[in-house]
């Protein structure tokens, strides 16, 4: 069923009563609805925005950033209507490496995923592909190739269309006899049972200010890193501290992956080269040799022609007069990039390690319903620089050494002392709500459930504990139908 | 012309047993050292070969 809560002026929720209420209709909202539902379960799903992106509901995202970058995308990364962040997500998916759920020296003190994390997650790997539409075993599609590196590999990934989960799954939850899927449903407070350990309903508000009780045998939020700790922390009403936050963990160790330019390359392998988005990942040997976190190099050629307008005519004209000129080639390539055939440049995507300083914290300032807005402090630690370092030097030698490619470093990767000052981003915003063993090491326990109260889970990257070298919606799928499961069985 | 003979301005100096800024590389062909030149990571037998 479905019901736009703009449209609700009377108590009549208050009547119904779910077995689960979903806070966040993006990918793992959805997935866990539909997941719950096919087990036989009633499922109230509350999307804060409508089917449509408005800026009334992205307004809600806006907050501040005073860490790196200066960060505005922690407003714009993300999108707040149904399909959530689907809705502009790029598609590329990929998982996590087996040495991605060790406890490692890595992680300085910080804990890493529980024993059984992998196995639980991996049975639900063909389950998630499905999902997102990639074709069965498209991981083991590797493109056939020569390459025969020591310290990396070539990256193992596949491609959703990409899926987007508002066109593809709105007609079968509006059909749903299980699933009630409410917009512009805003959650606004967690209330709590007297003896404080567990939730009695959920107050959720539309865009005109009224407000309902949600009721259920159990929660669960799946907001996003920055949301999810937004709405914790802002519901202290019963306990000052926070939701989830009787140790100072909730919004903490925020994670990206680092989107850092290398620097150019110049191609010798061009055989190599013609094989579509060649990537490279360290080999678990070098990732222990060095201590460094994992990662995907991208090495983006400049190998297909172009189409050009008039003026863009004239440009790549004055480009190849450049680049087929030694001389000119030598010296202008001093003081510019030009997008020179068998020329690339390095991107790539690496993993942050959990770092207590990198948090997301509430600000003064209110949003439309009252609730304080965040703030971010992404930070790196001289573990990140030391992986981003290493991965520079290692596979400049290595595409040397191989008679790959010659690759031109930028000079913070050579120099230690010369600071890193391009720690792009992917907007892949994990942690906050770390999942931990010990509840002074995170928010949620090894099932997702917030540490102290009984019927709350939290779904969604912001429990990662790591974040691994890949990118996240397929772990996060993964891990979300293993939620599922288990919920089900409650 | 063999680029050795030229007058090299190098910035850097990286081979298994000389980088300080890390631990000692074991690679897994010893025999290979790396130059870096003007940011350029190159084999040192780059610049012993004459393509011209």
Redesign the interface.
Known sequence: MFIDLNSVSNNSIEAKSYDFCICGAGPSGITLARKLATLGKTVALLEGGALEYTEESQEIYRGQSLGLNNWEAITNCRLRYFGGTSNHWGGRCSFFDKIDFEQRELFAGMSGWPAGSHQKMFKHLQDACEIVDIPRDSFKALPKSHWKGDFFRLSERAFSPPTRFRTKYIEELKRSEKIDLYINANLTDIRLHDALSAVSYFEVKNFHGKAHKFSAKHYVIAAGASETAKLLLNFNKQLPQGIGNQHDMVGRCFMEHFNVNFGNFVVEDHLLFKEPDLQFTPSETFMRKFNIGNAVLDFDANVRARDFGRLKELKKSAREFVCQSETMTNIARNFAEFDCEGDGVISSLIEQVPNMNSRITLNAEKDHFGLRRVTLNWQASPADDMTIRHLGREIAKELARTKVARIKLKDFILDDNIPIDDYGHHCHQMGTTRMSIDPKNGVVDANQKVHGIDNLYIAGASVYPTGGGCNPTLTLLMMTLGLGEYLAKL | MALAAQPLVL??L?TPDQ?S???A?????QQ?D?I?V??????KS?LLTDES
């Open positions: 910035n850097g990286i980088s800024q890390s631990p590389i074991s690679l897994p062909q290979a790396y870096v003007g940011g350029w990571t190159l084999l780059d």
